[in-house]
């Protein structure tokens, strides 16, 4: 299959401090340093439609941004995306996966630190019936991926200066993916934040591409949406 010129990664670096306290009354009590304890993934079934994964999305995200991630990380994150997928003039489709991401990770990591893919994939594409999009996104250990940590030290109110510690992530997916009897090369960017205590779930934009090999295009269309993911 054909590389892709890697795409901009998303800004993923959201926090400020003020958000940052969204989480920080339920961290306080958890250590800043060591490995991540037991997962705090739920198990949910995949989103079949967008409204149920948006209910998800927002539990997860709810938790408030991580503001206690520890110095390194190890275990198996799992949930789901959605992406809109565009052609040069408009939305074609949308499209559907569970997110399996095994993480292998120290503070200060130049590494690929994952491992993993995007598999059940299903969706509706250019006015078919939804159904199953044949292939599997994956992780390839060559392609650019990270987990960053943040720590920095806030006044917060009442209880004065308090120390956060913060966590972005990057990783990209690709494969060749069987839709409307088309087969098209595709590249997709999960990027964002990690979310919980002890950074037991991480969320974010996805950004992409894909391109069907007759053109001289890097992209002959995109792919556009969120995801979440959750420790097991």
């Given at each position: 299959?054909?590389?892709?010129?890697?795409?901009?990664?998303?800004?993923?670096?959201?926090?400020?401090?003020?958000?940052?306290?969204?989480?920080?009354?339920?961290?306080?009590?958890?250590?800043?340093?060591?490995?991540?304890?037991?997962?705090?993934?739920?198990?949910?079934?995949?989103?079949?439609?967008a409204?149920?994964?948006?209910?998800q999305?927002?539990?997860?995200?709810?938790q408030?941004?991580?503001?206690?991630?520890?110095?390194?990380?190890?275990?198996?994150?799992?949930?789901?995306?959605?992406?809109?997928?565009?052609?040069?003039?408009?939305?074609?489709?949308?499209?559907?996966?569970?997110v399996?991401?095994?993480v292998?990770?120290?503070?200060?990591?130049?590494?690929?630190?994952?491992?993993?893919?995007?598999?059940?994939?299903?969706?509706?594409?250019?006015?078919?019936?939804?159904?199953?999009?044949?292939?599997?996104?994956?992780v390839?250990?060559?392609?650019?991926?990270?987990?960053?940590?943040?720590?920095?030290?806030?006044?917060?109110?009442?209880?004065?200066?308090?120390?956060?510690?913060?966590?972005?992530?990057?990783?990209?997916?690709?494969?060749?993916?069987?839709?409307?009897g088309?087969?098209v090369e595709?590249?997709?960017?999960?990027?964002?934040?990690?979310?919980?205590?002890?950074?037991?779930?991480?969320?974010g934009?996805?950004?992409?591409?894909?391109?069907?090999?007759?053109?001289?295009?890097?992209?002959?269309?995109?792919?556009a949406?969120?995801?979440?993911?959750?420790?097991?």
């Amino acid at each position: 299959m054909k590389k892709f010129i890697q795409l901009p990664r998303p800004a993923v670096n959201l926090f400020v401090s003020g958000v940052a306290l969204v989480g920080l009354a339920g961290c306080l009590g958890s250590s800043g340093g060591g490995a991540a304890g037991g997962g705090g993934g739920g198990g949910t079934a995949s989103p079949q439609t967008a409204n149920a994964f948006q209910a998800q999305f927002d539990r997860v995200t709810g938790q408030g941004p991580t503001s206690d991630l520890p110095t390194s990380l190890s275990g198996t994150y799992t949930g789901a995306l959605r992406v809109d997928v565009t052609d040069a003039s408009q939305t074609v489709g949308e499209v559907f996966g569970d997110v399996n991401l095994q993480v292998s990770w120290a503070d200060g990591q130049t590494t690929n630190p994952f491992s993993g893919n995007v598999d059940n994939l299903r969706g509706s594409i250019k006015g078919e019936p939804s159904g199953a999009i044949a292939g599997t996104l994956t992780v390839e250990n060559a392609m650019p991926a990270s987990i960053s940590r943040s720590v920095n030290t806030i006044n917060a109110p009442i209880i004065g200066p308090t120390t956060l510690a913060t966590g972005a992530m990057s990783v990209i997916v690709t494969g060749d993916l069987t839709a409307a009897g088309e087969t098209v090369e595709t590249n997709l960017t999960l990027g964002g934040n990690f979310y919980g205590p002890g950074g037991t779930a991480m969320a974010g934009p996805v950004v992409g591409g894909f391109r069907t090999g007759q053109t001289a295009a890097i992209f002959d269309g995109s792919a556009a949406g969120t995801f979440y993911a959750e420790k097991q």
